[in-house]
């Protein structure tokens, strides 16, 4: 039995449901909107590598270490982007959330709470984790602030960690949410979700 069975997830008209060939040309369409592969402390792919991105995560939910999902706009099925768990590791109940990008139109909006609120709802209260964790690169300073809104701690910077997509080498900086900080992020992610939106 795998540690994150198949499972869509829904709240505040958005869906997540696993990553799958259906999603490449939506996928591809989100990436486009904001020309997203440009962004130099992001991964996103180009519409000419979203196939090849969709089947490594296929490939990395087979091997039990990620899983990806599709975000979905509910009322028109549009795909707004992805998101997923990885770095999973049973034995010490942890997950991390990353992987993640949006359409251009989906960001500062609530697009991106309101997955984090379902990803972190599933991770503790359905797989029972005890740290979901999240990594980021050093210069992604809105990648940081919104993990930070989240209510995660800081554990540090692993530095000269990772390759970019234009090969330099990145520190990456380093969160984490425990299980018994859970209960107050859910009261205030739920809080900022019942505010007004435009």
């Not at 330099?168 to 809080?191: C, F, P, Q």
Request: aromatic share 8%; hydrophobic share 35%.
């Amino acid at each position: 039995m795998t540690y994150v069975s198949p499972v869509t997830l829904t709240a505040h008209g958005i869906k997540l449901e696993p990553l799958a060939h259906e999603h490449e040309a939506g996928l591809s369409a989100a990436a486009a909107d904001g020309e997203l592969w440009n962004l130099r402390v992001t991964s996103v792919p180009t519409p000419a590598e979203t196939r090849g991105f969709i089947d490594t995560a296929l490939k990395s939910r087979e091997e039990g270490h990620r899983f990806a999902f599709a975000v979905i706009d509910e009322a028109s099925g549009i795909v707004l982007g992805t998101t997923s768990y990885h770095d999973i590791l049973p034995d010490e109940n942890r997950v991390e959330i990353g992987h993640t990008w949006y359409a251009k139109r989906a960001q500062r909006t609530h697009i991106n709470t309101t997955c984090k609120l379902l990803l972190l709802e599933h991770a503790f209260d359905t797989l029972g984790c005890n740290v979901v964790g999240w990594r980021t690169d050093n210069f992604n300073y809105a990648s940081q602030r919104a993990i930070e809104r989240l209510g995660a701690k800081k554990d540090g910077v692993i530095r000269g960690h990772k390759l970019r997509c234009d090969g330099t080498i990145r520190d990456t900086v380093m969160y984490s949410l425990h299980k018994g900080e859970w209960s107050e992020v859910r009261a205030h992610l739920n809080y900022l979700l019942d505010q007004p939106r435009s």
